[in-house]
């Protein structure tokens, strides 16, 4: 099993939809969650980091559930320029896990 | 906001031959730096971690004699694939926490290695 799952994808929804991705994570240990966005052939840049009260930035809303070792994100009335792959990333300890990444394509 | 660049961007190499990237902070220091390799359409996958003064730690499965990373100084890197083949081809990425604080990586924007 691999230690950060996330819905394969892909996601091609319209202008203005509401998607969500779920993550979730094997190593109880983990100590931090976080979004990272991946723009095909670049690197990895945060999105924003995952709170258990939950967190939101505008468009998006990030929702940990540590009892379930489950993470979500939410993307609402989402843009043109929010196609890209969404990587669930978990700290433990000093090291980085990622999950592959769901694929998002949005569509005029 | 911290700054870490990658030098080659994108390289094409003959197989058997050596290839050296390199990872830069640009406007702090890291005494530790992730090099992340990434094979298309799979995640990106922790090879070593970079320590400055010290031997690297490599991740289970990783070859410590093929992948050889030289952290020289606080603000630089190096990861040499020796004898590349064709099977190495893919994205190399570094990534340095400014401040020690391994929570919060910035990444470089990558090496595309192509062997031939």
């Known amino acids: 099993r691999k230690e950060v799952e996330q819905d394969p994808g892909p996601f091609n929804v319209p202008e203005g939809a509401t998607v969500a991705f779920n993550c979730t994570y094997s190593n109880s240990a983990s100590q931090s969650f976080f979004w990272y966005r991946q723009d095909c052939r670049k690197e990895p840049k945060l999105l924003m980091s995952?709170?258990?009260s939950g967190n939101e930035d505008g468009r998006f809303t990030a929702q940990l559930n540590r009892a379930s070792q489950y993470i979500s994100l939410l993307i609402r009335d989402s843009k043109l320029s929010d196609s890209a792959t969404y990587l669930c990333?978990?700290?433990?300890?000093?090291?980085?896990?990622f999950g592959a990444g769901t694929r998002l394509t949005v569509k005029p | 906001g911290a700054v870490v660049s990658q030098h080659p961007s994108w390289v094409i190499c003959k197989s058997g031959t050596s290839v050296k990237i390199e990872c830069r902070s640009l406007?702090?220091?890291?005494?530790?730096m992730f090099w992340y390799r990434q094979f298309p359409k799979q995640s990106l996958m922790l090879m070593a971690t970079?320590?400055?003064?010290?031997?690297?730690?490599?991740e289970q499965g990783v070859e410590k004699d093929k992948f050889l990373i030289n952290h020289a100084s606080l603000t630089l890197s190096t990861l040499t694939v020796t004898s590349a083949h064709p099977e190495d081809s893919s994205f190399y990425i570094c990534?340095?926490?400014?401040?020690?604080?391994?929570?919060?990586?910035?990444f470089g924007p990558g090496t595309r290695l192509t062997v031939t």
């Open positions: 990534s340095a926490p400014p401040g020690g604080r391994t929570y919060e990586q910035y």
């Open positions: 995952v709170y258990s």
């Open positions: 406007d702090f220091q890291a005494t530790t």
């Open positions: 990333v978990v700290r433990v300890g000093n090291d980085m896990r």
């Open positions: 970079s320590n400055e003064g010290s031997k690297a730690t490599y």
